[in-house]
């Protein structure tokens, strides 16, 4: 199994440059991988915008790292149309496997996830955590009379469920599949912003296996130097 983190944006990129010259990255990363057990995962898979510092520094940090079995770094020389077009940039390196994507920029604190776990006792295509939460700026489930997740919602509070920003795919090749479909559908991904949740979207439309399991762990979105401010 390995885990992606499509991080090629301009606002990333910036952010942890202002980290290395306040001499923050370090304790960055160090809180943002806390939420997972690394040494579970194959291969730890980082994409972001070329640029030097931030390499140099990427690759000494998971090379010293004494969880991090294997690592890949990809670099992009512009900005994508959203999160979801740069982790199909990795699709050489994921396609048919156990996939984790999630995010750097946001800090997972609670009970850590055994996604192995998840793997190889329960019958699924997707596993999307879920927690109690209020911000409008997260992403929200919709469930039927049921309790059956029918929809996700992107900044849009229509529960108090929301999504904790970590997509467990049983193989990337079906990930991949249903983007291409999304990129069929509306001729691209230049007219609009998509998000993971899209994809999540069609693959409860077509009828797969979603799993939405309630979590008592915390999300702290990291996008600026003072967030990381507040939580040290």
Not at 171 to 196: A, M, S
């Amino acid at each position: 199994m390995k885990i992606i983190f499509p991080q090629a944006t301009q606002d990333f990129t910036q952010l942890l440059l202002q980290m290395l010259e306040k001499s923050m990255a370090q304790i960055f990363l160090d809180k943002s991988f806390e939420g997972y057990e690394l040494e579970r995962f194959d291969k730890i898979i980082i994409v972001v915008l070329k640029n030097k510092e931030i390499e140099r520094f990427l690759n000494e940090y998971l090379r010293k790292h004494d969880q991090i079995r294997d690592f890949e770094i990809i670099t992009l020389t512009k900005e994508t149309s959203g999160a979801i077009c740069t982790t199909l940039m990795a699709i050489s390196s994921l396609k048919n496997q156990p996939v984790v994507i999630s995010a750097l920029d946001q800090i997972i604190e609670g009970t850590k996830i055994d996604f192995n776990q998840i793997i190889y006792d329960d019958d699924f295509d997707v596993v999307v955590p879920t927690f109690f939460s209020k911000d409008s700026t997260l992403c929200f489930t919709l469930k039927d009379d049921e309790g059956s997740v029918i929809q996700l919602f992107e900044k849009k509070p229509v529960s108090n469920d929301a999504v904790l920003g970590i997509y467990l795919v049983r193989n990337f090749t079906d990930f991949y599949k249903n983007c291409y479909e999304l990129l069929i559908k509306y001729k691209g991904f230049k007219d609009r912003l998509f998000y993971t949740s899209d994809v999540i979207n069609n693959y409860i439309g077509k009828g797969y296996k979603c799993e939405f399991p309630i979590t008592t762990t915390k999300y702290l979105k990291i996008r600026s130097i003072q967030d990381m401010d507040n939580i040290l």
